[in-house]
């Protein structure tokens, strides 16, 4: 399994269990989250990252941020107006001033400082009227120098006698004096050399938006403004939308002159625009994570679902993908091929090649016929489908009957006769009672087929031919003094005391009836007396009392169960051990010195019983059994952490080390009486042993192993089922 998948063992197969963003029957497909449609909102860029849940990363533009890209960053969050109202735009702001205050992030107007823009700054701290003139401020912003006699100046810079001393200009008109004669400089709404002509501060139209302009007194003039306008000129058109902040990309649309709503964007509502559609709340998403976008929901299939909502299984068969005709298995992330005969692969893309495992024995030529099967062309004096056997004379002609073995001598052949039977193809049976063999007219009889013949004596004759007339007590059968004495063919022996038996050869002991409860009765040395042998756990003339250890002081510490005669249990007192409770105990197991075993603690140590698939002195050596010994003999072996090791079997094997081979004639596969034989060592096979006569229609599917059994009567054609 690639990409990282999970190996899944199933009966005869396997299968991957892909991890996300991975499918296919080795999870060889990888599935882009940015195709179509881009989840990254706002024009933010799709980067693949499938080292995070969602798999993939959204670059943002300026002004948005999110993992989608979905939120607008708010740039009025840190309040750069400082005196007016922030309006917030995509990656920038606006600030409506409030009056008074000017600039872009609506600093002080001239004159004032401050955080509320109320502090006056005094213009006269700088001193700014030289030659003793007092300095005054008539308005923020400005200074007035007042000068004395003789000097004159915006800051009194002009000194000595002059016409200005007559104050020649009028309307507070300044006048400043030059060698020959002064000028008057005018204040904003007089002219002329002396300052004495009313200027017409209309004539010059200031009022905008059709403002009606009148002049109350000299140097000035007024604005009368038309509904929805404003300011000294009237050029300030009242926006409503100055007071209200749409949020989240919400536009400000003016109903009238004094109202305003807001417009959200796709995805949000309220009066400015605050609340977020939630669009996954009802979990539209069937097999797959809903994400929350502006004016839509987007749904992220889990493998092997699709369609806008996650609601589809992928048909993975449905792009035919198994070749060779090969059928195609959906599974719930991927598919698997189920494979026709001679091909193999995860797609069925692999041709069983059967001249690959070299099955042409002798010299023979193997060829490929078809997928999976294959013909041998073997070399002269060899022959069968594996050229595995050797032409003879024997084998061509069979000569030898009756069982009789066929040896090739290069020129010819020799008959090896069962025996009972003779000639030089075996076809003669050998009749031994021709001859009259047995004596003293006894009967001939010839058995196993002349192999040998039995003689039936007449009464009195024995020997193998009936050649020795019986004396029965001519050998002294009678033991210990007996005496024989001549029956009809038998003796019978008279024995003297203390013995018995048919040849007196049993010596009677005079205590075989001694009363022994438990035990076996016995002599004495001096023959005399009778005595008992006592079993283990019992005592007494007649061994019939049985020993009570616990009474005797068995245990020398804790407690003593009697267990039955001879026999009982001590249960030792803390730190005590042995079979008596004879041994301090130490508490070496107190530290739990074992990581993965049980501690057994002793007199002078403590000694680890290892778990399975542990060793070390402290069981802290994992054992890698599939490395030390490969125990799965038909099969993989995996480590695994319970029991140090697993096997997975081939087909055709099983038992937990894969050494058993499944025996497939157990199902009796093999027709019109053929004989199957499981070939020893070979998996998932078999052959039939067929009769002669019966014909090998399937022959040519046969796949592996031919072979020829050559038997006493007839030949016997070994041939493999067909898979």
């Known amino acids: 399994c690639l990409n990282s998948g999970t190996c899944v063992d199933e009966t005869d197969r396997f299968s991957c269990k892909c991890p996300p963003w991975y499918y296919g029957l080795r999870c060889e497909n990888r599935i882009n989250p940015c195709d179509t449609p881009n989840p990254c909102v706002n024009n933010g860029t799709c980067l693949e990252n499938l080292t995070i849940t969602q798999g993939f990363t959204c670059l943002c533009l300026p002004g948005f941020t999110g ?164 300011g000294y000129n009237c050029e300030i058109m009242f926006n409503p939308c100055s007071s209200i902040m749409c949020l989240n990309n919400g536009s400000c649309i003016r109903v009238n002159y004094t109202n305003a709503i807001c417009s959200c964007s796709l995805g949000f509502t309220g009066n400015a625009c605050e609340t977020q559609n939630n669009w996954c709340s009802t979990n539209p998403c069937t097999y797959g994570t809903c994400v929350n976008l502006n004016s839509q929901y987007q749904c992220n299939c889990y493998p092997g679902y699709g369609g806008q909502r996650c609601d589809s299984p992928i048909q993975y068969c449905s792009s035919n993908p198994c070749y060779n005709n090969g059928t ?58 594996f050229c595995q056997l050797r032409e003879s004379t024997c084998s061509r002609l069979v000569p030898c009957e009756n069982f009789g073995v066929c040896i090739d001598t290069g020129v010819g052949y020799q008959c090896i006769c069962e025996p009972g039977w003779t000639g030089t193809t075996c076809s003669s049976q050998i009749q031994l009672c021709l001859s009259n063999p047995c004596q003293n007219n006894a009967t001939c009889l010839n058995l196993l087929s002349g192999l040998t013949y039995q003689c039936i004596c007449p009464q009195g004759y024995a020997g193998l031919i009936c050649e020795l007339q019986i004396n029965t007590c001519a050998s002294n059968p009678c033991n210990n003094g007996g005496t024989c004495i001549v029956g009809n063919n038998q003796f019978t022996c008279l024995c003297p005391p203390s013995y018995t038996g048919s040849t007196c050869q049993v010596v009677q002991d005079p205590c075989f009836q001694y009363p022994c409860v438990a035990g076996i009765p016995s002599r004495s040395a001096n023959n005399l007396n009778c005595s008992c042998t006592c079993g283990s756990g019992y005592t007494g ?183």
Do not use: W
Not at 598 to 609: A, G, P
Not at 619 to 641: A, K, V
Not at 661 to 675: A, K, Y
């Open 328 to 385: 195609c298995v959906q599974q719930a992330t991927n598919y698997a091929c189920q494979c026709p005969y001679g091909f193999q692969g995860a797609a069925c893309e692999l041709v069983v090649r059967a001249c690959q495992s070299s099955p042409c024995l002798n010299g023979g030529t193997c060829n490929d016929v078809a997928p999976g099967l294959h013909n041998c062309t073997c070399p002269t004096s060899y022959s069968g489908p």
């Open 67 to 230: 993992n989608l890209c979905e939120t607008n960053i708010n740039e009025c969050f840190s309040q750069p107006c400082h005196r007016g109202q922030c309006i917030d735009k995509i990656n920038g702001y606006v600030c409506a001033c409030y009056a008074g205050n000017i600039g872009v992030q609506c600093e002080c107007i001239p004159g004032y400082t401050g955080l509320n823009c109320d502090v006056d700054i005094s213009e006269c701290m700088s001193s700014p009227c030289i030659n003793n003139g007092t300095c005054t401020e008539p308005v923020p912003g400005m200074f007035n120098c007042t000068c004395p006699t003789g000097y004159s100046g915006v800051q009194c810079q002009i000194g000595g006698s002059s016409q200005c001393l007559t104050s020649p200009c009028f309307n507070n008109g300044t006048c400043t004096q030059f060698p020959t004669t002064f000028v008057c400089s005018c204040i904003p709404g007089t002219s002329g050399l002396r300052c004495d002509l009313d200027i017409d501060e209309c004539a010059s139209l200031p009022c905008q938006n059709a403002g009606l302009c009148t002049q109350p007194a000299a140097n000035m003039y007024t604005c009368l403004c038309p509904s929805g306008y404003s």
């Open 541 to 723: 003339v007649s061994c019939q009392t049985p020993i009570n250890l616990c009474d005797q002081n068995y245990c020398l510490r804790g407690t003593c169960t009697y267990l039955g005669p001879g026999l009982a249990n001590c249960t030792c007192p803390a730190n005590y051990q042995g079979l008596r409770c004879a041994f301090l105990l130490n508490n070496y197991c107190g530290s739990c010195p074992c990581l993965y075993g049980t501690c057994q603690s002793l007199s002078d140590r403590y000694v680890c019983n290892c778990s399975v698939g542990y060793t070390g002195i402290r069981c802290d050596t994992r054992i890698d059994l599939c490395q030390l010994q490969n125990p799965c003999l038909y099969g993989q072996c995996f480590t695994d952490g319970t029991i140090g090791y697993r096997c997975v079997c081939l087909a055709g094997a099983t038992g937990q080390n894969c050494t058993e081979i499944i025996n497939r004639c157990l199902e009796r596969p093999c027709l019109n009486n053929g004989v199957c034989i499981q070939p020893p060592g070979v998996l998932n096979s078999y052959q039939c042993a067929c009769l002669t006569g019966i014909p090998n229609i399937n022959i040519h599917l046969f796949v592996r192993k031919v072979t020829f059994i050559r038997s006493k009567r007839y030949l016997r054609n070994a041939v493999e089922r067909p898979l």
